[in-house]
T-cell receptor
Framework: GQNIDQPTEMTATEGAIVQINCTYQ??????LFWYQQHAGEAPTFLSY??LDGLEEKGRFSSFLSRSKGYSYLLLKELQMKDSASYLC??????????WGAGTKLIIKP | NAGVTQTPKFRILKIGQSMTLQCTQD?????MYWYRQDPGMGLKLIYY???????DKGEVPNGYNVSRSTTEDFPLRLELAAPSQTSVYFC?????????????FGPGTRLTVT
């Protein structure tokens, strides 16, 4: 079967750094997405990784290790507006997106 | 560009009723998708379409139907609504299905079946 695991909830302090992990077991791999979803809103695109390594985009970075079936999203200089759910999604061999349940990130002042 | 729009935003249905969720995109995307999102669960693909006139089942198609008569519109039909269909429904579109083609989401329809 196909499976994507993320922590259910994480808490961090404003101004700090947080790393959200995602491990996956899927039939094939054609890339991994991270999306942000604020409560009551639609998911919005954050990053895409298809090759091993780190992709940096401002305060957000995403890392991929295909051999380990592992990715993480790194958020730096946390702001209150970063309170949201972060969804990991893998593109499988049929080019369908397989979604994790999401990690709810709570930012405290 | 409005992006992806969905109507209605909220709806309460009685068991056995039917309804159509509307979805329109103005980005000239070929690919469109319907997902449902239940609390604590990942998005589940209901149906998708690779272009006008072509649709296919996703992971959880039972109880739903779709059509794609134009590039812009991809309505989702619920027949004989059941409480298990209480969920948030998202429509999305993408330029193609290549690995790096991000999906753009509509604002969602919150459906309750009682």
């Amino acid at each position: 079967g196909q499976n994507i695991d993320q922590p259910t909830e994480m808490t961090a302090t404003e101004g700090a750094i947080v790393q959200i992990n995602c491990t996956y077991q899927t039939s094939g791999f054609n890339g991994l997405f991270w999306y942000q979803q604020h409560a009551g809103e639609a998911p919005t695109f954050l990053s895409y990784n298809v090759l091993d390594g780190l992709e940096e985009k401002g305060r957000f970075s995403s890392f991929l290790s295909r051999s380990k079936g592992y990715s993480y999203l790194l958020l730096k200089e946390l702001q209150m507006k970063d309170s949201a759910s972060y969804l990991c999604a893998v593109v499988d061999s049929n080019y369908q997106l397989i979604w994790g349940a999401g990690t709810k990130l709570i930012i405290k002042p | 560009n409005a992006g992806v729009t969905q109507t209605p935003k909220f709806r309460i249905l009685k068991i056995g009723q039917s309804m159509t969720l509307q979805c329109t995109q103005d980005m000239n995307h070929n690919y469109m998708y319907w997902y449902r999102q239940d609390p604590g669960m990942g998005l589940k693909l209901i149906y998708y379409s690779v272009g006008a006139g072509i649709t296919d089942k996703g992971e959880v198609p039972n109880g739903y139907n779709v059509s794609r008569s134009t590039t812009e519109d991809f309505p989702l039909r619920l027949e004989l609504a059941a409480p298990s269909q209480t969920s948030v429904y998202f429509c999305a579109s993408s330029y193609d299905s290549s690995g790096g083609s991000e999906q753009y989401f509509g604002p969602g329809t919150r459906l309750t079946v009682t």
